[in-house]
């Protein structure tokens, strides 16, 4: 989030078609939760396009990239990099030391589709697992942005917003800003 | 999870097709982070196979049911509803008083796909937003989960799995149990 070192999202081996909508809800759980940026790999112009929708309409700053080089990405990455993987170590053993590498410096936070090279799980600082259980690379990344922050970014302002929800107990309220 | 009241997670509105992955994804989400059960709406045989063939796998309990009324879920629930939408109240400002709740019964967590009758905001104890933005219905139970048991989720124990994960800091490990 904004006044921290920066946090990137790669998203890894996006499919055209068949992960669409789980290529945009990664992009837009990155935003909402408090990273700065997401970099998609692959042919996903639609997602990059309804992420910018998003923020023209609901703020930022957030930034949507594409890239056919994920592997120069991470290669190149100035910063600690984790790789978000079911068998990797449990995120309450490891949180505590990422969030004070993340004092110091930038994230890239990985997140696969299906199948990530292995290169990726040696090439990550941290390959860390939201449970060793199969679930969601949108569940996963949503805690990890969770705990990384404290809970932080829940209270983030945005700028440039033409719109935003009023929280309301019962029933939905939006006002132009 | 397990020794605590019931936790169920409620799928509205799933669309064959469009939906399968995100439903396959909520369910999985559910059941890594804790629930007991999740209930889809829908035509979703697909998912709740899925999510079945890794309760096999993986260990339980966890169940997967399908619904034709799912209005009559909520209504007939005994315990506290909880309807996740990025209109309601900030999670932070809920999450306490939801646990204790909890801890007196059982918790029914609604989440939806698109338009979510204005009756599922009515019927619900609580109208909880993981943030107020647009984002995934997955990231937001992941994270309601994880707040509702404060983390006592990702030191679960599973019965009656074929297969586990060994956490490693580097590859992939899969051993039979």
């Given at each position: 989030m904004h006044a921290d070192p920066e946090v990137v999202v790669l998203r890894l081996g996006h499919r055209p078609g068949r992960d669409n909508r789980m290529t945009t809800h990664v992009g837009l759980t990155a935003r909402a939760l408090g990273a700065d940026r997401v970099i998609i790999s692959g042919a996903a112009s639609g997602s990059k396009g309804t992420i910018e929708d998003i923020t023209d309409r609901f703020g930022g700053p957030f930034d949507a990239e594409l890239t056919e080089e994920p592997r120069g990405v991470i290669r190149g990455f100035e910063g600690t990099v984790v790789h978000l993987t079911m068998?990797?170590?449990?995120i309450q053993a490891v949180e505590s030391e990422v969030r004070s590498d993340h004092e110091e410096g930038s994230l890239l936070v990985v997140v696969g589709a299906e199948k990530v090279p292995f290169d990726v799980y040696e090439r990550a600082d941290y390959n860390v697992g939201v449970t060793n259980q199969p679930h969601s690379e949108v569940a996963g990344l949503a805690v990890f942005l969770d705990r990384l922050f404290e809970g932080r970014e829940l209270e983030r302002e945005w700028d440039d917003a033409t719109h935003r929800v009023i929280p309301k107990a019962i029933g939905k309220q939006v006002e132009p800003t």
């Open positions: 068998y990797g170590l449990p």
